[in-house]
C-alpha cells in the first residue's frame, strides 16, 4: 500500500482533478434532453351531470390523422385555429360507444 491506497486502486498515469475544478465541471453541465416521443391520452372527469373528456394528441398523431405533410404546423396558432375543430371531430370519434351508451 502505497501512498495510503490500495494497489488495486491505483491507476498507472491518473491524476485527480483539483476540487474547484471538478466543482466547476459538474456546475458547467448541460441539462440532458431525451427525444420527442409521440403521445396521446385522455383525462376524463366524471361529474355529477355530466363528463368531460380533455385529449392531449402529438402534433405527429394529429398530423397523420388528418393528412397533414408537416407536422410542425400544429406549433402555429394559425394553422392551429384552422385545424383543431377538424383534430377534434377526428378524435371524438373514438368515443362513440361512451356517447352511445350514456344516451340509452
Given at each position: 500500500m502505497r501512498d495510503g491506497r490500495p494497489a488495486a486502486a491505483r491507476v498507472p498515469g491518473a491524476r485527480r482533478?483539483?476540487?474547484p475544478l471538478a466543482?466547476?465541471?459538474?456546475?458547467?453541465?448541460?441539462?440532458?434532453?431525451?427525444?420527442?416521443?409521440s403521445y396521446a391520452h385522455a383525462e376524463v372527469r366524471w361529474l355529477a351531470t355530466r363528463i368531460e373528456v380533455a385529449l392531449t394528441v402529438h402534433q405527429d398523431d394529429a398530423?397523420?390523422?388528418l393528412g397533414v405533410p408537416m407536422p410542425e404546423w400544429f406549433l402555429q396558432d394559425a394553422f392551429l385555429s384552422r385545424a383543431g375543430?377538424?383534430?377534434?371531430?377526428a378524435a371524438?370519434?373514438?368515443?362513440?360507444?361512451v356517447?352511445?351508451?350514456l344516451t340509452r
Open positions: 482533478l483539483p476540487g466543482a466547476l465541471l459538474l456546475l458547467s453541465a448541460l441539462p440532458a434532453r431525451a427525444h420527442d416521443v398530423a397523420m390523422a375543430p377538424a383534430l377534434g371531430i371524438a370519434g373514438g368515443f362513440w360507444f356517447q352511445r351508451l
